[in-house]
T-cell receptor, first 111, second 113 residues
Framework: DVKVTQSSRYLVKRTGEKVFLECVQDMDHENMFWYRQDPGLGLRLIYF???????EKGDIPEGYSVSREKKERFSLILESASTNQTSMYLCASSSATGELFFGEGSRLTVL | SQKIEQNSEALNIQEGKTATLTCNYT??????LQWYRQDPGRGPVFLLLIRENEKEKRKERLKVTFDTTLKQSLFHITASQPADSATYLCALVRYSSASKIIFGSGTRLSIRP
């Protein structure tokens, strides 16, 4: 069974803290994605990676950075968390046919 | 810019009926459309993909149509069951880049017994 695993299901952080969200996939996919999902706004792409050490900005990259040192792992970093980054974060990888496989999500609350 | 809209935020229907969800898009023509199911607090799960040269695709009780003239995809669940209650997302994928997957905001479907 294909699997995308996100390290934390729920996190609570304080404003200004550095936050790491980790994602691992076991399908040998080249493409990996980080989205955030907010009510009424749908899924919005933060960053995309098409290979190790390669990344591309999505629609809302401000305040975020990413790291892809190994093919199976894609990390999202919030350098200095702010309250408007409270959201559900979803990692995904895509097959050659384009379908996305999502993790269970990480719900981040920034106080 | 590319826009994708799902017709209603919520849809409430009786068990056994056919649920029909609509996805409309503007501007660019997609290479293909995808449909996902999402349960509360969980990540979306892929259901079906339909390409621009396909008019219809079926999988068990699910059927997807794609009309490039109307710029619309319809998603049908026949013989609906309470277990089909979830949010359904459509996603549009352009040829040019795998990263250009645009999601609709979803339709929350409730099937009442």
């Amino acid at each position: 069974d294909v699997k995308v695993t996100q390290s934390s299901r729920y996190l609570v952080k304080r404003t200004g803290e550095k936050v790491f969200l980790e994602c691992v996939q076991d399908m040998d996919h080249e493409n990996m994605f980080w989205y955030r999902q907010d009510p009424g706004l749908g899924l919005r792409l933060i960053y995309f990676s098409y290979d190790v050490k390669m990344k591309e900005k999505g629609d809302i990259p401000e305040g975020y950075s990413v790291s892809r040192e190994k093919k199976e792992r894609f990390s999202l970093i919030l350098e200095s968390a702010s309250t408007n980054q409270t959201s559900m974060y979803l990692c995904a990888s895509s097959s050659a046919t384009g379908e996305l496989f999502f993790g269970e999500g990480s719900r981040l609350t920034v106080l | 810019s590319q826009k994708i809209e799902q017709n209603s935020e919520a849809l409430n229907i009786q068990e056994g009926k056919t649920a029909t969800l609509t996805c409309n898009y503007t501007n660019y023509s997609p290479a293909y459309l995808q449909w996902y199911r999402q349960d509360p607090g969980r990540g979306p799960v892929f259901l079906l993909l339909i390409r621009e040269n396909e008019k219809e695709k079926r999988k068990e009780r699910l059927k997807v149509t794609f009309d490039t003239t109307l710029k619309q995809s319809l998603f049908h669940i026949t013989a609906s069951q309470p277990a089909d209650s979830a949010t359904y997302l459509c996603a549009l994928v352009r040829y040019s880049s795998a990263s250009k997957i645009i999601f609709g905001s979803g339709t929350r479907l409730s099937i009442r017994p």
